[in-house]
């Protein structure tokens, strides 16, 4: 079945350093392929999306590059903020109104 | 600035008594999902909905949870009797094509 693994956390950066949370999936076909982070005590919310191999998803900062050929949607950040501590989630959905399948998630602390 | 809204948001019970949780989708979302949040298990899809019919319901335990969705602006969430491994934060989300929206969450103790 269709599953998606990301790196072990949690991750610890300092202020302004650079990010990289792995991501690989499995899955039949194409899916579209999402970032979510969530904030303490917070529901999720989407964070970026590709909906096609070679997409670059991104948004306030961060990118994430569909890759077919490694299964992968690693996400960036080229410069961290303390405001950017929080849970970021994976995920997958195999067709259009799918159920969206999450990774385990990697909380991330970013201290000054 | 249209989003779901749970309730409620924290609710503590006695084991054995029923719990109702209620999710207000989207206003155009056609498709509702359930999740359950814990530290061990992580995410947890329990049911999902499309155009109000529960298309997958696999991961709930059939013998004490219902999902139901009365009409296209409430989704509910029941266990009957809860049990202290129930205790998680129970999401509902809302989606359009392939994006889904979360609510908060409803923070369910069951002491």
């Known amino acids: 079945g269709n599953s998606v693994t990301q790196m072990e956390g949690p991750v610890t950066l300092s202020e302004e350093a650079f990010l990289t949370i792995n991501c690989t999936y499995t899955a039949t076909g194409y899916p579209s392929l999402f970032w979510y982070v969530q904030y303490p005590g917070e529901g999720l919310q989407l964070l970026l999306k590709a909906t096609k191999a070679d997409d670059k998803g991104s948004n306030k900062g961060f990118e994430a590059t569909y890759r077919k050929e490694t299964t992968s949607f690693h996400l960036e950040k080229g410069s961290v903020q303390v405001s950017d501590s929080a849970v970021y989630f994976c995920?997958?959905?195999?067709?259009?109104?799918?159920?969206?399948?999450f990774g385990p998630g990697t909380s991330l602390s970013v201290i000054p | 600035d249209a989003r779901v809204t749970q309730t409620p948001r924290h609710k503590v019970t006695e084991m054995g008594q029923e719990v109702t949780m209620r999710c207000q989708p989207i206003l155009g979302h056609n498709t509702v999902f359930w999740y359950r949040q814990t530290m061990m298990q992580g995410l947890e899809l329990l049911a999902y909905?499309?155009?109000?019919?529960?298309?997958?319901d696999s991961g709930m335990p059939k013998d004490r949870f219902s999902a139901e969705m009365p009409d296209a602006t409430l989704a509910t969430l029941k266990i009957q009797p809860s049990e202290p491994r129930d205790s998680a934060v129970y999401f509902c989300?809302?989606?359009?094509?392939?994006?889904?929206?979360f609510g908060q969450g409803t923070r369910l103790t069951v002491v």
């Open positions: 909905f499309r155009n109000r019919a529960p298309l997958d």
């Open positions: 989300a809302s989606a359009v094509n392939t994006e889904a929206f």
């Open positions: 995920a997958l959905s195999q067709t259009s109104y799918d159920k969206v399948i």
